[in-house]
Structures are given as structure tokens and as C-alpha cells.
């Protein structure tokens, strides 16, 4: 089985991925799991940009495929802030409590129509040889007015979609998966992942 390296050290992106990808043909392994704590810093001014960043270092660390992806929160209202900078935008070693409360307090008198956001993932593939690509998945919902649910991870408390009536912490993992940024963003990965021949 090949394998194929998860840029990341967040350990609610490493089990949402293995879990989507549990059919995947190769081996998902991620930086701790093979020896790497690299800081990679995020220059880019686009999730794009970011992703590929992250993915040609390890690449070229590992000489393995490696897969980065770079996802955010975009709320309408705050003209597509947090943005790529959606993990520090309470500062440094903010929580994910930290985040939620900061935007709940940014949108604190903001009715529930002007609170439309969505969540974006973009992925990085990059192979060895040089050769690379992105995909890209978005996932439409509103910003709630509190936290609600305990599954999931990051601003998920707070992001509600109103077919399901619930945020994405409330609903179970499986829903999660099929309608998420980051499962449309792996799917669109694996279907593309097929054309290369390796």
C-alpha cells in the first residue's frame, strides 16, 4: 500500500480524514506519525497558496506524496474574515472556545439573515516527482447565535445549517462527512488522484 502523508498536526483534521478516507487505496499517515514537527509558516494570501506551501515542504522532506490542506471560515458580514486566518484569529494559543466567542462577539447585533458564512477546505497534492494540484469544497450555513453540539471541532459549535436544523457539532459524524468542505474537498481529491498515474 502507498503511502501518502497528511500535512497536519491538528488531530480533529487527521480523524475527520482517515475516517472519509477509510476506503482509500494508501496508507494515511500524519507528521507525528512519522517523525516531523515542522512549524510551516503560512505566507500565502489564498487557501491555495497556503495548501501548496505546506504540501511541497513535506514533500521534499519526505520524498513521499504528501496531501496539505488549508481550510477557514468565511462569515459574509465581516467581508470573508477570519479567512486563511481563521486558526489564529484570537491570537497565537487561542482556543477553539477562544475563536467562537470572538466572532460571536464581533456579530453579537447582527440578525440571524446577514450572519451567512461557509466553510472552505482546500486541498494540496503534491508527488514527488513534482507534479501537484489543488480541490477545492465549500459547505453554506449562517453563523448561530450561541454554541451548540460537542462533536466535531473549531468554529463546527457555531455553524448552522438550516436544512439539517443544527450545527455541524450537533449533527453525527457521518452527516458531517457528506455535506462538509473537508469531505467534498477529499472526495474531489480521490476522484482526481485517480488520473495520476503513480
Known sequence: MKKFIAATKNKGKIKEI????????????????VGLDNDIEETGATFEENALIKAKEICAITGEIVMADDSGLEVDY?????GIYSARFAGENATDEDKNNKLLKLLEDVPF??????????????????QSFTVRGTCEGYIAHKPEGANGFGYDPIFYV???NMTTAQMPSEL???????????????????????
Open 162 to 164: 438550516p436544512e439539517y
Open 18 to 33: 482517515s475516517e472519509i478516507l477509510n476506503s482509500f487505496p494508501y496508507e494515511v499517515f500524519s507528521m507525528e506519525s
Open 78 to 82: 465581516l467581508d470573508g474574515a477570519p
Open 113 to 130: 439573515e446577514k450572519r451567512t458564512a461557509r466553510f472552505v477546505c482546500v486541498i494540496a497534492i503534491v508527488f514527488p516527482d513534482g
Open 176 to 198: 458531517k462527512h457528506k455535506i462538509s468542505h473537508r469531505g467534498k474537498a477529499l472526495r474531489l481529491m480521490v476522484d482526481k488522484l485517480k488520473k495520476y498515474p503513480i
